[in-house]
Nanobody, 124 residues
Framework: VQLQASGGGLVQEGGSLRLSCAAS????????MGWYRQVPGKQRELVAT???????NYADSVKGRFTISKDNAKNTAYLQMTSLKPEDTAVYYC???????????????????WGKGTLVTVSS
């Protein structure tokens, strides 16, 4: 499975963006899809994940502002970001794991598939 993230860009504080993660194959069988972000010099961190059963997990820093979803028919996952803050500025990566894959939920280490990042810049 290849993942391609898109939708990043420059937005003012308080604005919104929607990121998309298009997969080359079926995502319905994947155990989890997620979004992670990384700022240069810092460790990659969790933004949100969604399991194949629809169980969702958000980082505390984005709860109430970001919404993760997926459309199995389109083999695409999304991250709707609202009320963006300058501290949300980062490269955002989508990732996915097969069933039975062990991965670190906080960093995504161990996930089977990664897309190239998309840069989100929030100006104050």
């Amino acid at each position: 499975v290849q993942l391609q993230a898109s939708g990043g860009g420059l937005v003012q504080e308080g604005g919104s963006l929607r990121l998309s993660c298009a997969a080359s194959g079926s995502i319905s069988r994947l155990n989890v899809m997620g979004w992670y972000r990384q700022v240069p010099g810092k460790q990659r961190e969790l933004v949100a994940t969604i399991t194949r059963f629809g169980i969702i997990n958000y980082a505390d820093s984005v709860k109430g502002r970001f919404t993760i979803s997926k459309d199995n028919a389109k083999n695409t996952a999304y991250l709707q970001m609202t009320s963006l803050k300058p501290e949300d500025t980062a490269v955002y990566y989508c990732a996915a794991a097969e069933p039975h894959t062990d991965y670190d939920g906080n960093t995504g280490d161990g996930m089977d598939y990664w897309g190239k990042g998309t840069l989100v810049t929030v100006s104050s």
